[in-house]
């Protein structure tokens, strides 16, 4: 037994809890716990999990985490380096690809079939209510000789016909103008982007959301956490195909969270359903801190 796992047994007996009832704080096996208390880490599905699962059990028995590693380091593997290559990416989802120069040529064709049907609209009555006119002053001087000034009178009073609007024009250029409404509608669809990406590191943004709801899939055994940009702690635990899969929490009122994933390869990440890409490959970087910026919608 090492003294760090001395140090948490005794705590954990001070508490006086059993394996068992740390098993069901923690979430964490029982036979990982076991195995840390007798410092047999060769059991552990790797050194990120180690220091996870201390960090936990620590928790679980109000000891200091940070401070523990600090004065036992010597008992705890190293989980990770930080000499990778730094790699600075600003990639955008799938999701906004098309940009506004796109949708605008999409439009004009419209716009210019609109204008069209407007100008021959207006030709039409001018060239109507031009040749109304001269028919009847033609017909009044006709009737000079025989017909009498009254009736004469009464012929250039006649109320002249205004053009007639094809209802069928009026219904293609009410669905163009649906058309139009439906293409701004969305261009309003969430946007995630990529801020910055610096090895195991990623921070996104999310924009153009009413919410935030965001689910942690599993399609093998993974361990991960969420906390929110003041550092609380938000949900932490395994999730394992044959167990719990998927966790879902609803983030809409926080501007920021960070998500540690243990083992990307096999972490699956939706934002309001909406799959997240990985920034760095997970296969390069297993261990992952992802950072997401909430900006809420104006209403």
Do not use: C
């Not at 209510?129 to 009847?136: P, V």
């Not at 949900?235 to 899969?245: A, E, K, N, P, S």
């Amino acid at each position: 037994m090492t003294e760090l796992g001395n140090r948490l047994k005794e705590a954990r007996l001070e508490k006086d809890m059993s394996l068992d009832d740390l098993q069901a704080v923690t979430k964490i096996q029982k036979r990982y716990l076991e195995g840390i208390e007798e410092g047999n880490y060769s059991m552990m599905p790797g050194p990120f999990y180690v220091r996870a699962f201390i960090k936990q059990y620590a928790e679980a028995v109000d000891l200091e985490p940070e401070e523990l590693f600090e004065q036992y380091q010597a008992d705890v593997p190293t989980a990770f380096k930080d000499d990778l290559p730094e790699k600075l990416s600003r990639v955008q989802t799938r999701r906004n690809i098309s940009g506004g120069n796109s949708k605008f040529f999409d439009i004009l064709p419209k716009i210019l079939v609109a204008a069209f049907i407007i100008g021959a609209l207006a030709v039409i009555w001018y060239f109507y209510s031009q040749t109304a006119g001269k028919d009847t002053n033609e017909q009044i001087e006709n009737n000079s000789d025989g017909a009498s000034y009254e009736e004469a009178e009464n012929l250039s009073r006649e109320p002249v016909e205004e053009p007639v609007v094809d209802e069928e024009e009026d219904e293609q250029n009410g669905k163009d103008e649906d058309v139009d409404s439906t293409e701004e509608e969305v261009a309003q669809e969430q946007e995630i982007t990529v801020v910055e990406s610096q090895g195991r590191r990623t921070t996104y943004e999310l924009k153009n959301a009413d919410n935030f709801e965001l689910k942690l899939v599993s399609t093998g055994e993974t361990w991960v956490s969420i906390k929110n940009g003041a550092g609380q702690s938000v949900f932490q635990g395994m999730l394992t195909t044959g167990g719990t899969d998927s966790h879902t929490e609803d983030l809409s009122n926080e501007e920021e969270v960070v998500i540690r994933v243990g083992s990307a390869p096999n972490t699956e990440i939706y934002i309001n359903d909406e799959k997240l890409e990985y920034a760095a490959a997970p296969e390069s970087q297993t261990v992952q801190d992802i950072t997401i910026r909430y900006t809420k919608t104006s209403e």
